[in-house]
């Protein structure tokens, strides 16, 4: 390793093993209600992030709105409806285990949550009196004002109540450590997940823990199409640091992954070319409902699915006859009726009709708590915009009641992306889970964004608590397993090897997260197709055996983004051998293949790495059941008490 100035000692000749009932990897929202519910019941449990724990991952930093709390007090919708709903909307190419526990439990984690100090209720009465607020319970919705599905809160205060907790509970938490494999054994049925190691980030320390149960909560991929050297800060929605680490380690021991194909257009963010969430105007999500406005001042007409005129915006925040109610961001329960106004259509299609560019989002008229809601409080408390967005605005004299804000992010405002620019957004692909969040390896459970189909906070926050408890009371009747000395020995050198290479000769990381993500831009792009897919595949292998063994680093931070990029190398391997699995078209993955074979059948595709190839099987997209509620409660059975809102 070249010497250079580094603040912290190096300890990269030192190994130590720890022991637990419950290994947490990752340590975001899902990550800390994981634990918490662990710790809770019993066990002991050590958690590893290589972040900060305070602030750490893609809600570290704060969070606008939960939605999906089906059982909170205003609630019109039950889960089971919600549910539906949310596989109806998307075809069936959704995760039913994991949004029917979001929207069971995920008023309860909310309550959750305020006891261990967040702030949930607008208990100074800053809004009291407005349309979107409940007088008795001081809740703030959002969006469906009847339906009450998605409330207004104070994201901010969450994570290090989360923190404060854990350390309650006599949590031990390994921060500013990377995980960087899984450790297994073998049983009669297949695999075993017995542990984890990892390797500090400051010190180089090596790490080996030794567990019962292990719960992989880290985070969704990222950087797979998009990156740039020169801007990373704005590379993509979620941190930098948010790359998809478990999904790379999962692969390697045989896991499952369902959804990995999909992959959609550029949104939020375009290496250095768009501008970050939330600095410019919408009209929807958490700048729903404001008005737009071309560069004259003419209103855009605001619609409903139905294209009747919503005049007031009282009307914006309700639903039109025969819809029964909006999950989000005026999407309702069938997003396939989306609002098609001028703003969304092409710019030719825009000049005909007289509007004049660019186009502004325009609170200027809305009534004062609405748009203090929108401006204060969810564009403060939403992660990456309290003071890039919010405070910086502000200080260069942005007045939400005088100005309006230049609009771009959908249809032809979009920023020009490149056409082969894609990104994992929304319902992204992840690892495949039973009804106890456990995976096809014994002992790896999976929760948050690791989970395929995975969807913001309260997700996030409900499937932790969720996978916590099952994988303690699994752990009580499971014994340790001694890490295999040969799988840390290898790992251990693979983990070290770049901090030996002459640094001034060899590869960066940015240098082959730049490869990668260029190669998937013209391998894997929206129209796929096979010969093109094996070509891209070829690239990333030979990256894999030519650049991987001469990259470098000059100290452990350096070495923990070395291996943040081999693992972006690996999950661009397992998007395309996915999309080579899939053989035909499908529109709401938004996958499209130019040879599609329309003659195969409707279903998710199961991806796992055996023996160094892919294997594929397809099941029905209707696995989880036809009875979520009584799939759900005969899994909870197990856990010894009355499961959520158990009647």
């Known amino acids: 390793m070249e010497k250079r100035n580094w603040t912290y000692p190096t300890e990269t000749d030192q190994r130590v093993t720890d022991q637990c009932d419950v290994l947490v990897l990752g340590g975001g929202i899902a990550g800390c209600m994981a634990a918490i519910a662990a710790a809770e019941r019993g066990s002991r449990v050590i958690v590893v992030e290589k972040a900060g724990i305070k602030r750490s991952g893609a809600g570290g930093s704060g969070c606008d709105h939960w939605e999906h709390a089906a059982t909170n007090p205003g609630s019109t919708v039950s889960p089971e409806t919600l549910t539906a709903a949310m596989m109806d909307d998307n075809d069936g190419y959704n995760n039913a285990i994991s949004h029917y526990i979001e929207t069971r439990e995920g008023w309860d984690r909310l309550l959750d949550i305020e006891k261990m100090g967040g702030k949930i209720r607008d208990t100074n009465d800053q809004f009291k009196g407005a349309l979107f607020r409940d007088e008795e319970t001081k809740l703030l919705y959002a969006y469906d004002y009847e339906s009450k599905l998605t409330l207004r809160i104070w994201g901010t205060t969450f994570k290090p109540a989360m923190v404060k907790r854990m350390k309650e509970l006599g949590v031990k938490i390994v921060d500013h450590t990377l995980a960087t494999s899984l450790l297994t054994s073998e049983t009669d049925d297949g695999k075993r997940c017995t542990g984890a190691t990892a390797v500090n980030a400051r010190t180089g320390k090596f790490h080996v823990f030794e567990a019962k149960s292990v719960i992989m909560s880290m985070s969704r991929p990222a950087r797979i199409w998009l990156f740039s050297a020169a801007y990373p800060g704005i590379c993509e929605f979620r941190p930098l640091s948010c790359i998809g680490d478990g999904h790379a380690m999962g692969w390697r021991i045989g896991a499952e992954f369902a959804m990995m194909e999909k992959n959609v257009q550029a949104q939020f963010s375009a290496a250095g070319r768009s501008f970050p969430p939330y600095s410019t105007g919408n009209n929807h999500n958490t700048w729903y409902p404001a008005s737009i406005v071309d560069a004259r001042g003419r209103e855009i007409p605001y619609q409903d699915r139905d294209g009747n005129l919503l005049a007031t915006y009282a009307a914006r925040v ?320 197990a856990l010894g008490k009355k499961v959520q809102n158990e009647e």
């Not at 916590?468 to 009580?476: K, P």
């Not at 100290?555 to 081999?566: S, T």
């Not at 599609?596 to 099987?617: M, Y």
Request: charged content about 25%; aromatic content about 10%; hydrophobic content about 35%.
């Open 318 to 637: 309700r639903p039109s006859k025969g819809q029964s109610f909006f999950m989000k961001g005026g999407n309702i329960e069938q997003a396939k009726y989306p609002y098609d106004g001028p703003e969304t259509q092409p710019y030719d299609q825009v000049q005909v009709k007289g509007y004049q560019l660019p186009f502004y989002a325009d609170l200027t008229e809305m009534p004062a708590m609405e748009r203090d809601a929108i401006w204060g409080l969810m564009v403060g408390e939403e992660g990456k915009t309290k003071i890039p967005v919010l405070k910086n605005h502000t200080d260069a004299g942005f007045d939400p009641s005088r100005d309006v804000l230049q609009c771009y992010g959908v249809g032809w405002q979009s920023a020009n992306f490149l056409p082969q620019e894609r990104q994992l957004f929304g319902l992204s692909g992840g690892f495949m889970n039973d009804w106890h969040l456990e995976t096809n390896i014994e002992g790896l459970y999976a929760a948050g964004d690791a989970l395929y189909a995975s969807n913001c906070y309260g997700h996030a926050a409900s499937t932790g608590h969720y996978a916590g408890r099952h994988a303690a009371v699994a752990a009580e009747s499971r014994d340790f397993q001694s890490a295999d000395p040969k799988q840390v020995a290898a790992e251990q050198d693979r983990v070290y090897a770049p901090l030996n290479h002459n640094y001034a000769t060899g590869t960066t990381w940015k240098e082959l997260n730049q490869a990668i993500a260029k190669t998937m831009q013209l391998y894997c792009g929206e129209k796929k197709e096979a010969t093109l897919l094996k070509a891209g595949l070829d690239v990333l292998r030979d990256y894999e055996a030519r650049i991987v063994p001469g990259l470098v680093a000059a100290n452990p931070h350096e070495l923990m983004r070395v291996m943040e990029v081999q693992n972006i190398l690996t999950v661009a391997e397992m998007i395309i051998e996915a999309s080579l699995a899939r053989k035909k078209s499908v529109d709401r993955l938004e996958f499209y293949r130019i040879d599609s074979d329309e003659t195969e059948s409707e279903g998710l595709i199961l991806v796992k790495e055996e023996d160094g190839k892919c294997l594929s099987r397809m099941i029905p997209l209707n696995y989880a059941g036809d009875d979520l509620k009584k799939a759900y409660e005969n899994a909870n059975k």
